[in-house]
Structure formats: C-alpha cells, structure tokens
C-alpha cells in the first residue's frame, strides 16, 4: 500500500510500504476512503518538533472496515466509520466520564495518511454510520475526526452557552470548527480573530458575527470595544503558541472562561495577571469520541458543514505538495484521497 512518512523537516515523502494488518484481537484494518494533513503536523514539517527517525504521518481517517480481530464484537467488515485521533478503549473509568483522551490506555494515531490503517479498540474508537454516506458529506465527517471534534471541545471547555459572547483565537481548521460550534451552541455574538481574507468569510460563513485582524495589544482592544469594555464570555484558543494563550486570557471577561486546544509551545503565561484575570482554563486534547455520535448525526442532517475547511483536495501520492501548501498558508487544510 501507499502511505506517508516524513524523514524531517521539508522532507515528506508518499512510497510503498508494507499493508497495515491485524495485531491485536481486538484491532480493525480500515480502508481509508479520506484522509488529511493536520495542523499539527506541521510542527516537525517546520522545524518545530524534532523529526528523529523517518515517522509515519496522519491521524484524520473515515474508511470501510476491511478485517476485523476475533475480539471485536460491534464493529463488522463493510460498514463505514469515523474514528478519532486519541487511541482509547472507551471503557475505562476515563472514557465512562467522557474523557477518552486520557483514557488509560492512551496513545495517539499515526499512519494514518495511508491506503489502509490499524485501529486498535476498533470498538471503542470506531463509530460506524448507517450505510455508506453521500461522497458529498465525506469531507465533514472527516472533519468531526479531529479538528470539528477538537473546535467543538474547545467551545465545550469555554462554557459556551446560548446568548455567549465568544472570541475564537486563530483562524486555522480548528479555530473555523470553533466558530461552528460556538454557533451550535447558541453563541449570539462570535469574534473570530483573523487577518487572511479567505479565512475570514469562511469564518462568516460558519457564524462569525465580527472580525478582528489585530493581534496583541491591538487585538485585545478590539475585543473590548466589542464588548463594552468586559471581555468575553467564552475564549477558543486554537494556535498554542505563548502569543495567542496572552491573546486569549486578556480576551475574556472577569469569571469568562478560556478553552485551549492548540498543543502549547513556549507557553509561558504569567502567573500575577492570571490570578488577577479571574479566568477560567481548561484545555487538552480534545475528547472527540465523547462528542462523535452528536457530531456524525449533524453532519448527515446538514446542520454542519465543517468540510468547507478542505479548501484543496490531492491524491495522497501528492502528499508533500499537500504539506507545502498549507505551510505556505496557501490552504487552511488539505484532504487526501487515496
Ligand atoms: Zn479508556
């Protein structure tokens, strides 16, 4: 089969390697039907984390069950699924309280910018649909395996409620699943802080109600003058650097809440504002399986359409030209057909 490895920063290669097969009874060997290139993989694809040995890449899959191991009872041969990022059995007492991404088996997917992929705890990671979707929902539901599933946390882990005031720091595929879920959540008013013009109307589109293109200082002004001078109620912070973490604390209000969900480098924040800030955090890695069932079952009723995130499509043997694309910021994410 065909999949993707990268041997360093720059340095992405799509090449014949042996097929994924069945380890554990209880894995199952999906066919993949999309995949895509993460934000987050562009961390080593930079420079940014180190890349030490050649290191298989991907993590967003919805496929066809092709095998399934003796041990797997609810997941069948056939059926089409949406699985997540976080590998978890979803029956530890983690995953009963809804935290499958700190389940006690945790570990992350990879290899998954692939014709075929293991997903070990098929039953517990995989969430089949009835039947086979529309091609035309596959990129949503692609979506909601990790950056709509990670938005929406984002939103969960900020309190938005109906009639918030919410500001929804970066404008990646994450940032644009948190204006959705903001919206969903019956967010009346939603900042999005962008300054790319594309970004910004698929922001609109998806719910946003204002837009700021300033940052720091600037940025923080802008909020406030939005908001009377109080802040919001409700943070999404999607980017993870030390900038955007200070954007989105001085962004809320006295007793708002921050959700992180950008994987933090060099955050350092400063612990006497923070006291002060009265500003509540909570981020991670999102819990995706917990919100999959809701998710799935909005995409297929049209509610969402978080697919709009894929603003360019390649064959997965054009995976470093996927890569160079959205490093360059010429796509905000690009989805991968094998
Ligand atoms: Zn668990």
Redesign the pocket.
């Known amino acids: 089969m065909r999949a993707v490895t990268m041997y360093g920063p720059g340095d992405v290669r799509a090449e014949r390697c042996d097929d994924a097969k069945i380890l554990r009874p209880t894995d199952a060997v999906v066919r993949t039907v999309a995949t895509c290139v993460c934000g987050s993989d562009l961390w080593p694809y930079r420079g940014a984390d180190p890349v030490t040995e050649p290191v298989r890449m991907g993590h967003e899959y919805v496929g066809v069950v092709e095998e399934v191991g003796p041990d797997v009872a609810a997941i069948r041969p056939g059926q089409f699924v949406v699985g997540s990022f976080c590998i978890?059995?979803?029956?530890?007492?983690?995953?009963?309280n809804g935290w499958?991404s700190?389940?006690?088996?945790?570990d992350f997917m990879n290899a998954c910018q692939a014709e075929y992929i293991r997903v070990p705890y098929a039953d517990?990671m995989l969430v089949a649909t009835d039947g086979h979707p529309d091609a035309s929902l596959v990129p949503s539901l692609l979506a909601v395996s990790d950056v709509m599933g990670t938005g929406w946390y984002a939103a969960v882990a900020a309190e938005v409620r109906p009639g918030s005031t919410v500001v929804v720091v970066g404008d990646g595929a994450v940032g644009l699943c948190g204006v959705i879920a903001a919206k969903e959540l019956g967010a009346e008013r939603i900042i999005a802080m962008s300054r790319n013009e594309t970004r910004q109307e698929l922001a609109l589109h998806f719910g946003a109600t204002d837009i700021i293109a300033e940052r720091g200082d600037d940025g923080v002004a802008g909020v406030q003058e939005l908001t009377g001078g109080i802040g919001a109620d409700s943070v999404l912070e999607c980017v993870g650097t030390d900038e955007s973490m200070e954007q989105a604390v001085r962004s809320a209000r006295p007793g708002g809440n921050v959700g992180f969900v950008g994987v933090p480098h060099d955050v350092a924040l400063a612990s006497h504002e923070l006291f002060f800030s009265q500003v509540g955090l909570r981020g991670g890695p999102a819990p995706v399986r917990r919100f999959l069932p809701d998710l799935i079952d909005r995409v297929l009723t049209g509610r969402i359409d978080p697919g709009k995130v894929f603003d360019l499509e390649l064959p997965l043997e054009k995976a470093a030209e996927a890569y160079r694309a959205m490093y360059e910021r010429r796509a905000v994410k690009v989805l991968l057909q094998p």
């Open positions: 978890a059995d979803n029956t530890c007492a983690n995953c009963r499958q700190s389940c006690r088996q945790l517990g």
